[in-house]
């Protein structure tokens, strides 16, 4: 395989799924519309049954809006529908959520396509909104989607692959769809699969055993964080390790002797931050009340992920 450096400037389409994205996702937009390209660009919106204004807005600002029945929506298989109705060469693929930070997103994220040879995708950074608590504000800030350097990642062979531990494999196999860009030729011949969650993650992983290259475009900046409920927390994190644990064999937390250690280590440590970054008292207080039960939605959320996929008892989980 080989695909030289992309035109400078090739048609781009934005594909976005949406589901009551409410006054943010019109936020998004403006900040699409005054996006500096000097290609063409297209926005297509793919809603699953929103009962706010989401389509709406979509509409007023340009995007051709296509319906689907919300029970139908699979994070792989939607994208993959979006995608097959776009006609640009390079597809940028966001969440209804993630805020452009300035007004050259798509341009740095094409410009990630000139950074090797044979790019299928790129991926780029996020900034925590300024209302986030301090602690998504350092798990972000901190995570591989934080960094303020480029990275440029192909497999010289399948080898240097094989031989990385679960952990190596996953962080060399990170990209996210929060906000990235794919080739269209790339995903023509590796669409994404059906995946009720980490689509970005396998995708990524398939390319890069492929023979494709991906590249983190710190340049390329999106503002996306949430403050997510404890359910929500529990909910996301076992999904997120179900797949982990399919993808990589990973398990951060191992066994059931891991979990009251892993809660009390994660606890204490955000404790101390919290104090130690934290200067509202209402708020401070509000995060050491939270802070236990959260360490325990996640250190569970990690243990019964992988555990459950390990005994193919996995449980399917919608809504994240």
Not at 4 to 11: E, F, G, S, V
């Amino acid at each position: 395989m080989s695909e030289q450096h992309p035109k400078q400037y090739p048609d781009v389409s934005i594909v976005i799924p949406t589901k009551d994205g409410g006054d943010l996702f019109e936020e998004v937009l403006q900040k699409l519309e005054k996006q500096i390209y000097p290609g063409n660009v297209e926005l297509l919106v793919v809603d699953s049954g929103s009962s706010d204004k989401t389509a709406d807005y979509a509409r007023y600002y340009g995007a051709k809006v296509h319906d689907i029945d919300p029970r139908t929506f699979n994070h792989g298989l939607t994208r993959n529908f979006g995608i097959g109705l776009a006609s640009g060469e390079i597809i940028v693929l966001m969440t209804q959520d993630a805020v452009p930070a300035d007004r050259y997103l798509i341009d740095n994220l094409v410009a990630g396509f000139r950074a090797a040879d044979n790019v299928a995708g790129v991926y780029a950074r996020q900034f925590p909104r300024p209302e986030a608590d301090v602690i998504t504000q350092r798990n972000l800030n901190g995570w591989l989607t934080g960094r303020s350097q480029i990275e440029v990642r192909h497999l010289a062979n399948r080898a240097d692959y094989d031989v990385m531990n679960p952990m190596e494999k996953y962080l060399f196999c990170n990209f996210d769809n929060v906000c990235s860009a794919v080739s269209k030729r790339a995903w023509e011949g590796l669409p994404f699969e059906k995946n009720s969650f980490g689509e970005d993650i396998e995708w990524c992983r398939r390319a890069l055993l492929n023979d494709w290259t991906v590249v983190y475009q710190p340049t390329a900046q999106v503002v996306h964080s949430h403050d997510r409920s404890l359910a929500y927390e529990y909910k996301r994190t076992y999904a997120c390790h179900r797949k982990l644990y399919e993808l990589f064999g990973l398990r951060c937390v191992p066994s059931a002797k891991h979990v009251v250690n892993s809660i009390v280590q994660a606890t204490l440590s955000d404790w101390r931050y919290v104090i130690a970054h934290e200067r509202r008292l209402f708020e401070k207080l509000r995060l050491l009340l939270k802070i236990p039960a959260l360490s325990f939605a996640s250190v569970m959320g990690q243990y019964r992920g992988a555990k459950d996929e390990a005994n193919q008892q996995g449980k399917e989980v919608r809504g994240v």
